[in-house]
């Protein structure tokens, strides 16, 4: 049986609300995104602006020499000559 126009709409009432959610950052950034979620507000701890992968202050921070450990046993399989 070939499928009619009428069978190839969406069902009705089983879709999420998709909605605009705003989004606040611990850091004081706030911006307006779509989601599927309850919510109309939105709190996270770290955004672009404040992210240190995205900002370019990210550190490796090794305070037990952890680091220079590794370093001395296996630093010499990772140069290149």
Partial sequence: MPATRKDKHMKQ???P????VKV?????NQFVTQSAMEKDNFTIEVCSQCHPFYTGTQKIVDTTGRVDKFNSKFGKL????
């Fill in 78 to 81: 990772f140069k290149r000559s």
């Fill in 17 to 20: 609300n998709y909605h605009e």
């Fill in 24 to 28: 606040t950052c611990s850091c004081g």
């Fill in 13 to 15: 009432n089983i879709h």
